[in-house]
């Protein structure tokens, strides 16, 4: 039943950020260009230099072999995406991808730990450490410990 429920709030994430992707961008986070510096010094996987068949694949790995990522710090760039449990009273965020032809999209929860979340559908640049966790039997993958950097633009 959990995980039921569970695939059920990736879809309502994905439904949600499909129907806001024209939601207009803001500039977000709240980071100062020193803190900006020890993140990107200290990130072992970049995806936001990849192409977006790179990126949807290398995604896909962190779910097929997640041991391979655990401890690493990740910065990904996708679509901002939020859900609100109600029996667990929980928020959930989420950072979507796409594919290249954008037919198919993932998405991998983070913790957001500084800052105020952006506007649903937004673009965003993550920065998080990969790790995993149980809930019943199912396993996911999140980055703990997330920071959304703000927009270079």
């Known amino acids: 039943m959990k995980k039921m429920k569970r695939i059920m709030v990736v879809m309502v994430i994905l439904v ?8 207009g961008s803001s500039n977000s986070g709240n980071g100062t260009a020193e803190e900006e510096k020890s993140l990107a010094e200290s990130i072992d996987v ?10 949807y694949s290398e995604v896909f790995n962190m779910f097929a072999a997640p041991d391979d990522y655990i401890g690493k710090t990740v910065k990904m760039e996708g679509l901002f995406a939020s859900y ?3 029996s667990t009273n929980k928020d959930y965020y989420a950072c979507i991808i796409e594919d290249a032809t954008a037919c198919c999209a993932q998405g ?6 500084k800052g105020e979340h952006p506007e649903e559908g937004e673009t965003v640049t993550v920065v998080g450490v990969f790790d ?19 927009s270079e633009a």
């Open 16 to 23: 949600m950020t499909f129907s806001l992707v024209a939601c």
């Open 46 to 55: 970049d995806l936001t230099n990849l192409s977006a068949t790179m990126v």
């Open 84 to 86: 609100h449990d109600d």
């Open 108 to 113: 991998l929860e983070f913790d957001l730990v």
């Open 132 to 150: 995993t966790y149980k809930e019943g039997e199912a396993m996911y993958c999140i980055l703990r410990d997330a920071e959304i950097l703000p």
